[in-house]
């Protein structure tokens, strides 16, 4: 994580080496010292819940109910056209770096008690309509 290495660099401390670890120093972006991205790929993993950016593109899948949503956030930047339908390649590439990234991680030391359905683009206190798209996301 980011705040990891950040910090640890704030403070002057070295990251352990017995461990991959995967976050940026973000000091130099805070501090305009570097203008490139921190990142060219971002993994966002829960339960039945996979999300990966890679460069401009996003791909999100879920288990729960059986979905791939697919966007390019540099045409598209608020995730109004799901491409996936139409893009069946691009998802394949991403869903294959998902799996490569959640095959490096560690397993959680516990599962989730619960999982419960979050709307994609809507507020919490906004009305459900049968064509809401939705999420189910651990606790």
């Known amino acids: 994580m980011d705040i990891f290495a950040t910090t640890a660099n704030a403070v002057g401390a070295r990251a352990p080496t017995d461990r991959i670890v995967d976050g940026v120093d973000l ?20 339960d039945s819940y996979r999300v990966v950016r890679h460069f401009d593109w996003k791909l999100q899948v879920t288990e729960i109910p059986k ?7 540099g045409a598209d930047p608020t995730e ?5 339908p139409t893009d069946p390649q691009r ?3 991403l869903t294959s770096k998902i799996v490569d990234f959640n095959k490096a991680q560690v ?19 906004d009305r459900q309509s049968p064509d809401d798209e939705f999420i189910y996301y651990a606790n």
């Open 67 to 73: 979905k791939d949503w697919l966007y390019d956030l």
């Open 91 to 93: 998802v394949k590439t």
């Open 27 to 46: 000091l130099p972006f805070t501090e305009k010292k570097a203008s490139c991205r921190p990142h060219e790929t971002l993994f966002w993993r829960t």
């Open 107 to 125: 397993k959680p030391l516990w599962p989730s008690l619960a999982e419960g359905p979050i709307p994609i683009d809507k507020m919490m206190k």
């Open 80 to 84: 109004q056209k799901n491409l996936a």
